[in-house]
């Protein structure tokens, strides 16, 4: 997904999806009937905490949830931080990749800066995303 200012913005500090992008994404697809009420804001939770794991290993709390009065999915809670440790910036793109770990919901954020990336680093992100592919094909 390419970062609009919003999605960029320290101040804002959530990443935002479409109904379209997350029901199209592998995302809903992994989370049980109970998380998905947590997204919902259903049974009085305030959405789903999920972890996140940068190409870099770090590990972010993110809580997905729709807002009813953007009608928009948000990742919020440590997306700031994502954001200064990898150096985003407008127009600089995220793949968010999801899958389960020991019976919780995870995500992966590999980043790509629109210029500027070294050789290791490419290397290292398509890495992550061969890992997740490679678990996406034995959970079918």
């Known amino acids: ?26 995302l809903m697809s992994i989370l049980t009937p109970k998380e998905r009420r947590y997204v919902h804001k259903l049974d009085n ?7 996140a794991i940068d190409r ?7 809580r997905l949830k729709y ?14 931080p994502f954001l200064t440790q990898n150096g985003m910036s407008e127009g600089d793109v995220v793949e968010v990749g999801a899958f389960r770990v020991e019976g919780k919901p995870m995500l992966t954020f590999v980043n790509y800066a629109a210029e500027g990336w070294i050789p290791e680093e ?19």
């Open 122 to 140: 490419l290397e290292a992100a398509h890495g992550l995303l061969m890992l997740l592919n490679f678990n996406n094909e034995t959970r079918s």
């Open 45 to 51: 939770e305030d959405g789903l905490e999920l972890e």
């Open 67 to 80: 807002i009813d009065s953007a009608r928009q999915y948000r990742l919020m809670q440590e997306w700031a």
């Open 1 to 26: 997904k390419p970062q609009p200012a919003t999605d960029s913005c320290l101040g804002q500090s959530r990443l935002q999806f479409s109904p379209r992008e997350v029901m199209e994404s592998p």
């Open 56 to 62: 870099h290993g770090y590990s972010y709390n993110m």
